[in-house]
Every structure is written in C-alpha cells, then in structure tokens.
C-alpha cells in the first residue's frame, strides 16, 4: 500500500508546495490531452488544485480526483465543496486496491508514483481503469539528477539522506527513467516519454515557489525522516536553515529532471 505520512506530516505544508501550480507550467503535456467531454481520474489529486483546473477544462466530462491521505481530500473539498464544481468528486482511495475497469478517457498520476513502492502495481491498476484506447498519463522526477548551485553542505547531506531514506522505504529515486520499462510491463501501447528539465534561477518569476518546494520538503518529510532516526532534528533545521538562506543568494540555480509517460490501453 502506499506509504502514510507521519502525524506530524501538515497538511498545510503539502497543500503550500502544490496550491500555486497550474497544469501550464507544471503538467503541460496532460493539458494538452483535455477536451471537453473527457473523463478523467486523477490519481493522487493532493488538495486538488489541479484537478478543479482539469474539471473546468473537460466540463461536461466527469472528473474524479482520488488521494490515499484523507486530509488531503478534506483540504480538496474545503477548497471545492461538493457540488460547485458540478462535474467534479473527490474521495479517499488507494490506487493500490481500486476497483475501476475501463471508466475513464484519460487516468492520471502527476508526482505520485514516486510514493509508492509497488509503483509497477499502481501502473497497472491505472491502466486497467482505462477504457480500452484510453490514455495513461504519469508525471515523475529523477531524483538522483537533481542539481543545486554551490549547494550549502547542511543541504547536501539532508538530500543524501532523503534520497537514503527513500531508498529505504521502497521508493524509486529514478523513478522518471524508469518509466519506459513501467510503462511496457503495464502492458501501455504507443507508449511515449516526454523529458521535463526545469531550470530556475534567483530573479525569475517561478524561483521561489520552485526553489521552495524543496524547503517545505525539509519542513514535512524531514520531519518523518527524523521519526525513522534517518535524520537528527539538529541536523533537519541546519538544512532549512542553510537552504532558505541559499534562496536568497543573488546566482542560485536550481534544476529538476522529470518525465512524463503517455501510452494507451490496449
């Protein structure tokens, strides 16, 4: 099943790294795949904000948006109360043990593989949700090709660690490479993958909310990790502090890998 977060995990930090994306300028390739009459399942929809963006985007076309994390699905409807957004639900489920068979048009999962160790079983379950010639879409990082600018130490040694503790868990790190493989053994089609590298730099528009969520990662999984004894607590606030003190260097530069896998149903 997928990983729980920890009690201490706030729902307020998850929601603070995800509330200011928009489907243009971090999930492009899905938006281009929506028309209106479309019906979609959004796997791991967090507080939902994209997916209230995809609704509006297929109306009349029925959207679900379906998250593991109750809180997060209570933060979805208290951002979009049932019935406002009239093609639109919210419900709490694990991927993992759904039951959907051929529902919907497009079936999407943006960043949340990455969570689950039986990542290879979630493909297939959101395949099978599919309708036949139906769309698969998943959206994932390369951990491992993460660069930061002349990162400070405390930084660096907290990410060795994340990505140990991950490891750890189940999780993929390279899970955005692995995609191809994933993809042939769900058994997608016309399988094709899209690389995203994003690159930000201290002054453009984008660097805080990008560079930041990294921060709010500190904030709410290095608070888990020093739970697991991954991390010392002395160490988890050298990092936030080291690495919000990092933001606000005049050449800071910071770039992500993703990917994004489109195939269909057979």
Not at 215 to 224: A, C, L, N, V
């Amino acid at each position: 099943m997928i990983l729980a977060d920890s009690a201490d995990l706030l729902v307020a930090d998850i929601g603070g790294i995800l509330k200011p994306r928009t489907l243009a300028d971090s999930h492009p390739t899905l938006r281009a795949l929506l028309v209106p009459g479309t019906a979609v399942l959004d796997v791991g929809c967090g507080p939902g904000t994209l997916t209230v963006e995809i609704a509006h985007r297929v109306a009349p076309g029925a959207v679900v948006g379906m998250d593991v994390h109750r809180e997060m699905i209570l933060a979805a409807e208290d951002a979009s109360p049932p019935g406002v957004v009239p093609n639109l639900i919210f419900y709490t489920g694990d991927i993992l043990e759904s039951r959907w068979n051929g529902e919907f048009d497009v079936v999407n999962a943006a960043r949340t593989l990455q969570w689950i160790p039986d990542a290879d079983v979630a493909l297939r379950r959101m395949v099978r949700a599919a309708a036949p010639g139906g769309r698969v879409v998943v959206l994932d990082y390369d951990h491992t090709a993460a660069e930061w600018s002349d990162p400070p130490s405390a930084w660096s040694r907290f990410y060795e660690a994340f990505l140990d503790w991950r490891a750890g868990r189940g999780l993929d790190n390279a899970i955005a490479r692995n995609l191809p493989a994933l993809g042939e053994a769900a058994s997608l089609v016309d399988g094709l993958v899209t690389p995203q590298i994003s690159t930000v730099r201290a002054g453009d528009a984008d660097f805080f909310r990008a560079a930041g969520l990294w921060r709010m990662m500190i904030e709410s999984r290095g608070r888990e990790m020093v739970v697991a004894s991954r991390l010392a607590e002395v160490d988890r606030e050298d990092a936030l502090a080291a690495f919000t003190e990092w933001m606000r260097r005049p050449g800071a530069t910071q770039t992500t890998h993703e990917a994004c896998l489109v195939g269909r149903r057979p």
